[in-house]
């Protein structure tokens, strides 16, 4: 069964470093989300990615925060000046149709030191 | 503003039978979806209902009442490996999760 695949699994940087999260989304899936979650709580939506633009971001979803799909494969998320807040899991997530069920990858865990 | 009410944490007994609701207000809405997630995972879904009704999957339900903005994820026949968060979450261009609701299973 195709799945989403993420990496790293672990990521840890010092404050004000660069990351890059990787996410191999579904291969026939043509819309792309980040989401992420701070340790305990819910959920958040930061963008959603379709035709090779955004299509909506959240308000979490600042100048610090960039995606890209460099290739017919992956579909990162770049933060470019990490923030001890910046500390969470990110889960990207795929689906065939703009309103159909979206499959979640494993998650990356972002460690900000 | 947006938000979905689903209770923090639910008990229940194995083989039991256990609901857990949720309201929602939000500004678009597609349908209304729940999600497991157990500790360290990804959420997984579980369910969507667009219309109106109940939907089975096996031993979980999902129903939804638009006028009311309502639904609820009944869950039959409860085994220790349910133990999770569970969370709604409206279906708009984007997905909106509620807080989740903790259950806890015992035995």
């Known amino acids: 069964e195709p799945e989403v695949t993420q990496t790293p699994s672990h990521q840890v940087t010092q404050m004000g470093q660069e990351v890059i999260l990787r996410c191999v989304p579904i291969?026939?899936?043509?819309?792309f989300y980040w989401y992420r979650q701070i340790l305990g709580q819910k959920v958040e939506f930061l963008v959603s990615f379709y035709n090779n633009e955004i299509s909506e971001k959240s308000e979490i979803f600042d100048d610090q925060f960039s995606v890209e799909r460099p290739d017919g494969s992956n579909f990162t998320l770049k933060i470019r000046s990490t923030k001890l807040e910046d500390s969470a899991m990110y889960f990207c997530?795929?689906?065939?149709?703009?309103?159909?069920?979206?499959?979640f990858g494993p998650g990356t865990r972002l460690t900000v030191l | 503003g947006q938000s979905l009410e689903q209770p923090s944490e639910v008990t229940a007994v194995e083989g039991a039978i256990v609901q857990i609701n949720c309201t929602y207000q939000?500004?678009?809405?597609?349908?209304l979806s729940w999600y497991q997630q157990h500790d360290g995972g990804a959420p997984t879904f579980l369910s969507y209902n667009a219309l109106d009704g109940l939907e089975e999957t096996g031993r979980f339900s999902s129903f939804l009442s638009r006028s009311d903005s309502y639904g609820y994820l009944l869950l039959q026949e409860l085994q220790m490996k349910d133990s999770a968060s569970y969370f709604c979450a409206v279906r708009d261009d984007k997905i909106i999760f509620g807080k989740g609701t903790r259950l806890h299973i015992l035995p």
């Open positions: 939000t500004s678009g809405f597609y349908g």
């Open positions: 997530a795929s689906t065939a149709g703009g309103t159909d069920t979206q499959y």
């Open positions: 291969s026939n899936h043509l819309y």
